[in-house]
């Protein structure tokens, strides 16, 4: 047991019981716990095999290459059409836990297998990045910004194009990417 995961989970307002029966299962499964990305990780051989995360709704567990994973309970979330390997089992209540407890180990034994064989994740190659007329019309009037945009990660990139995309009115486009200039041309990614 880590002791920056005993601080976590004092800290926890929410969730705070089913993350405890989670760490549980999951320590007994002879993997390493860590603290990264501010949620409790867990490891083998220096590898992340699952987190435990809550959300407002739900807490979850995410196992790092779940796409590798044989759902055969079908349990298995992708979290949105963008996520390749991740993949969550989602939590209401503490009994939906202990009730999964047995396949919950087996997906996790299961998640160590995947790592100890070495496979990894076929990631689809990056499609050409579609801008909307709001930030195209940026990128061609500041070349500062084109530069700076071109210099951020791949991911990075990506990140602003659907934020910059998802909304239906072009003056929220707008707004979104007024207020993302100057972080842009800082080379910060969106959530930096």
């Not at 867990?42 to 759902?71: M, P, Q, R």
Request: with cysteine; proline share 4%.
């Amino acid at each position: 047991m880590n002791p920056k995961v005993d601080d976590f989970l004092r800290e926890t307002k929410n969730w705070r019981e089913e993350f405890e029966t989670l760490r549980k299962i999951i320590l007994d499964c002879q993997l390493t716990e860590e603290l990264k990305w501010g949620v409790p990780c867990y490891t083998f051989n220096n590898a992340n095999i699952v987190l435990i995360h809550g959300f407002k709704e739900y807490c979850a567990i995410l196992f790092v290459k779940g796409a590798l994973l044989s759902d055969t309970h079908n349990i298995l979330i992708q979290q949105t059409e963008n996520v390749q390997a991740g993949r969550q089992i989602r939590f209401t209540n503490i009994q939906e836990i202990v009730k999964l407890e047995p396949t919950l180990k087996a997906y996790i034994s299961q998640a160590i297998e995947v790592e100890k064989a070495g496979l990894k994740v076929e990631l689809k190659k990056n499609t050409e990045l579609i801008f909307p007329e709001e930030f195209q019309n940026k990128l061609d009037e500041i070349p500062a910004l084109k530069t700076a945009f071109e210099a951020l990660s791949p991911g990075r990139q990506r990140a602003y194009n659907l934020y910059f995309t998802q909304p239906k009115q072009s003056k929220t486009r707008e707004t979104r990417v007024e207020n993302s200039l100057q972080q842009i041309l800082d080379g910060k990614g969106l959530n930096d």
